[in-house]
């Protein structure tokens, strides 16, 4: 089943991420995490995608997995700088035999010293769009910014490409995390005023300590509000607490989303069965109205 067909759905759904090992010896230890993670029922369960080696391969094999034995949808990250063009197409193709119909398509991260334009690889996601697009009837996911991605200095810029990459054939979105709503609220009016209309599903990141926090501003550069501020100050420095009032924060954004006429809401588990249990057991009677 494509995502998309889940998405019109007229209910509400919560969907995780999970990330695959970096080598086969901790490979078990994130099945089993996601075996968990699958008895939550989630609308479908997303598997980032490193730059090459295992990781990539562990994709593949945790997205089939979660499809074919666990029988919940699953969507698999694909990213296209750090790979050959020819290196991207395999994928593709064995992604489309294993019948994984559902591809998150991203750029990635650029590797360290590399030049573009290079006629080997695709420099933006739209063109991987394209791409996937060329090779069969796949429903295909995009990531986008609500801060505005780190590359561009003016946001208009940055919505004026998630439209160009939109039109070349993308189903839905799918946020980097936030962590004050107004700002989610704020760029979705920007983009339907920009024509962009697909579904875009708001991403959660549960925090749960401040070495979290730090990494997690490091890699997006999100802006973190006072009020979250505060509860680091007091409790950042006694792990149960933090963790209970990470997923309360994270609880309190996604009870805000729904009450506001959300419906699809993706959470960063951080491979965390545990916390994502808990969200879900917050929103128990919530996600049934
Ligand atoms: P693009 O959409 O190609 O955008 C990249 C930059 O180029 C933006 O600044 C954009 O405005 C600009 N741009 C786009 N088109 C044009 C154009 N035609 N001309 C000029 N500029 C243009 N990374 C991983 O490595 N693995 C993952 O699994 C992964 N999963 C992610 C999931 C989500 C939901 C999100 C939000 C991010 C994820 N990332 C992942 C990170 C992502 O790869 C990086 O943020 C990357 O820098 C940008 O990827 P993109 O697909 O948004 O790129």
Do not use: W
Request: hydrophobic share 40%.
């Amino acid at each position: 089943m494509k995502i998309i067909d889940r998405l019109k759905e007229d209910r509400i759904h919560i969907s995780f991420e999970v990330f695959p090992p970096k080598t086969d010896e901790t490979y078990d230890k994130v099945v089993s995490a996601v075996d968990e993670m699958a008895e939550l029922r989630p609308a479908f369960i997303s598997v980032t995608y490193g730059a090459g080696g295992g990781t990539s391969r562990n994709t593949v094999r945790i997205a089939s997995h979660i499809k074919d034995d666990l029988h919940v949808l699953s969507l698999a990250h694909l990213t296209c700088a750090s790979s050959t063009k020819a290196e991207v197409r395999t994928v593709i193709e064995n992604l489309k035999e294993l019948g994984i119909e559902n591809i998150l398509a991203l750029r990635g991260d650029i590797p360290e010293g590399m030049t573009f334009p290079d006629a080997d690889r695709f420099r933006y996601a739209f063109e991987l769009v394209e791409e996937i697009r060329r090779h069969g009837d796949f429903c295909i996911g995009g990531a986008c910014y609500p801060e505005g991605h780190v590359e561009n200095e003016h946001k208009a810029d940055d919505i004026r490409y998630l439209k160009q990459k939109v039109d070349s054939g993308v189903d839905f979105l799918t946020t980097q995390m936030f962590f004050d709503n107004d700002i989610h609220y704020n760029f979705l009016y920007r983009i339907r005023e920009a024509g962009i209309t697909v579904p875009v599903l708001p991403g959660i990141m549960p925090i749960t300590s401040a070495s979290q926090m730090k990494k997690s501003q490091e890699l997006s550069g999100t802006m973190f509000p006072r009020r979250f501020l505060a509860i680091l100050d007091r409790f950042g420095s006694s792990p149960k607490a933090m963790k209970q009032a990470g997923i309360a924060y994270a609880t309190d954004q996604i009870i805000d989303l729904l009450a506001n006429g959300v419906k699809n809401i993706h959470i960063y588990t951080m491979n965390k069965p545990d916390v994502a249990a808990a969200i879900m057991s917050n929103l128990s009677e919530i996600i049934k109205v």
